[in-house]
């Protein structure tokens, strides 16, 4: 689109042509007396004058006018923009060469400056000295066009000298006819200092793990010192009690009256429930620091071995058992799985009422992604009020002499089955046996 001067320079140029080619050769054909072409001449050169004039006239007229009616448009949008501008929560800032040319109210609230102080400044003297060369850097690149928009935080120092965070967006437009930078700001100085308090605040955290972390580790180390002193040291002078006592009943009971020999085998039986006792702790103990790696279990074989270690009781007892075949694979860690099925079957075989032959069943049930394993039995059963305490260490429902044991098992079936990511849990009543079950992941379902 040509410019308004060359608009009009041509369209005289056109019209000056059209009426020297045309002109001449009407008036050769008008006039047929020679003597009058002079005057004709003159005639003619009046009129090009007068009308090429009234045609420039009009067509600057018509220029005029649309230049008016674009400036009116022009400041038509410049006063909406401006209203649009004061009125958003967003700070705006327009600069060319860095001296700001327009601020709008909430970049003055920002700055803590007047608009006309502002308009005095360079951008460069709002901004903290950190961050000023790359925002120079930054907008000259947007300058020579080596640059787009770009996104940045960064710091400025208002009028009373607080420093303020700013999320900045710059680009570059038209302004007033000629090429300038635009930078929109939005403050998060208190998204900064909650930043900042989140990290020191972190910092304390890791300090304090580290902290608990030592201390845990020399309490574990302690926990071992002293595991190993309880399975060595107090084991050493109890199993001497044992054999003792048993040599005692053994060799010299004929030397011992009724009350003698009562004396020696209650020894004998404390003896041998403090060892059973210390072997349950040692258990749990073991389970809860050592290290278990999961791997694929056949739990056919994990029960197969449980049965094993109980075969005595078992025969014994005379009690039934039946086994559900082709149990699933699951993850888990096998002395671990091992020692939770042979505590299951312990109880199932003690926990039965007198004259009752114990019966006993494991199944499974495969879901989605895992699989859930019952042991179910027909002894005395547990109240339903005390189903959660008997999975705690040292919870004992029943005295001593009447079901012996050291109240620790189910605590190890429970650490155990957590140790693995799985569950534990029973259905019971007085009186109609228990249903324990256990919850693991599936291998190639996890």
Do not use: C
């Not at 201390?215 to 190993?228: G, H, K, M, P, V």
């Not at 044991?405 to 605590?411: C, F, H, N, Q, V």
């Amino acid at each position: 689109m040509t410019s308004p001067p060359a608009r009009i320079a041509l369209i005289y140029l056109v019209f000056s042509a059209a009426w020297v080619f045309f002109s001449d050769r009407l008036l050769l054909m008008l006039v047929t007396d020679t003597r009058h072409l002079a005057e004709w001449q003159t005639i003619k050169g009046m009129a090009f004058v007068l009308i090429t004039a009234g045609l420039i006239f009009w067509l600057l007229r018509r220029e005029l006018a649309a230049t008016q009616h674009a400036n009116v448009v022009l400041q038509l949008q410049e006063k909406r923009l401006r209203k649009i501008t004061d009125t958003i929560s967003v700070a705006v800032f327009i600069h060319h060469g860095g001296r700001l040319r327009y601020v709008n109210p909430q970049a003055i609230a920002y700055s803590g400056y007047s608009e006309a102080a502002l308009l005095n400044m360079d951008l460069w003297d709002l901004v903290h000295p950190d961050y000023r060369a790359m925002v120079m850097d930054r907008s000259q690149a947007r300058q020579y066009d080596r640059g787009g928009r770009a996104r940045y935080e960064l710091k400025i120092i208002t009028q009373s000298g607080v420093e303020r965070w700013l999320e900045i967006t710059a680009d570059t437009i038209d302004f007033e006819g000629i090429p300038a930078g635009l930078a929109t700001a939005y403050d998060i100085t208190e998204r900064k200092r909650v930043e900042a308090a989140l990290r020191l605040l972190n910092q304390e955290l890791e300090q304090r793990v580290a902290h608990r972390t030592a201390d845990l580790q020399a309490t574990n180390r302690e926990l071992e010192a002293f595991s190993y002193s309880v399975s060595h040291d107090l084991r050493a002078p109890l199993r001497a009690i044992q054999g003792f006592t048993q040599a005692l009943l053994e060799d010299h009971a004929n030397q011992l009256d009724a009350s003698g020999q009562d004396f020696a085998q209650r020894i004998h039986a404390a003896a041998n429930r403090l060892d059973g006792l210390i072997q349950d702790l040692l258990s749990y103990s073991r389970l809860s620091r050592g290290e278990i790696r999961l791997k694929p279990i056949n739990f056919d074989n994990v029960v197969a071995e449980a049965i094993a270690q109980h075969e005595t009781e078992i025969h014994d007892a005379a009690a039934r058992l039946e086994v559900a075949s082709n149990l699933p694979v699951v993850i888990g860690h096998y002395a671990t799985l091992v020692q939770v099925i042979s505590n299951l079957l312990s109880n199932a075989l003690k926990f039965v009422a007198p004259g009752i032959t114990p019966q006993i069943r494991i199944w499974a049930e495969v879901g989605a992604d895992n699989m859930k394993l019952f042991v179910a039995d027909n002894g005395i059963g547990i109240d339903p009020a005390h189903q959660q305490r008997i999975f705690q260490v040292f919870e004992r429902l029943h005295g001593i002499e009447t079901y012996p044991g050291t109240g620790i098992g189910l605590a190890i079936v429970n650490k155990g089955v957590i140790r693995m990511g799985g569950e534990v849990g029973v259905t019971s009543s007085l009186g109609q046996g228990s249903q324990f079950w256990i919850r693991l992941q599936i291998e190639g379902r996890q």
